[in-house]
């Protein structure tokens, strides 16, 4: 299986770049980030868009690294359902219904990342090697 050992690597940019993207597209607009949370009845909309640029935008950069990756995708994978409740709830609405299942298959990378860790090509993986160094 060496021959597969990148394919975390590639799975954790396929998840994290969006993340980073969408975490940046909310910087640029924050005004109306946080107007439409405040018109999806979210208590404290600018402390919510906090929460959601650094979800995003950090978690996004920790997963691309592979640093602390288990719980930053539990985190994500939380973060995931949390916003498909609250921001794509309208099943009816085709549009809605597509965002809300996406949520909910990026929890679901996110759970196996979770899971299985950052692999071969991380910094986790990086500083497990320097433990069992220091430690023999």
Known sequence: ???YK??????RIMIGAPFV?????????TAATVGYIAAMGLPVPPLAFVVAVLIELGGGLL????YRARFVS?????FCLVTAVFFHHNVADHNQMIH???????????????YFGAGAFSLDA??????????S
């Open 1 to 3: 299986m060496d021959s």
């Open 6 to 11: 990148f394919l975390p690597l590639l799975g």
């Open 21 to 29: 993207m969408s975490g940046l597209g909310k910087l640029s607009a």
């Open 63 to 66: 997963l691309l690294s592979g």
């Open 74 to 78: 539990l985190a994500m994978a939380v």
């Open 100 to 114: 809300f299942l996406k949520n909910v298959m990026m929890a679901g990378g996110l759970l196996q990342i979770a």
């Open 126 to 135: 990086r500083s497990a090697r320097a433990m069992a160094l220091s430690a």
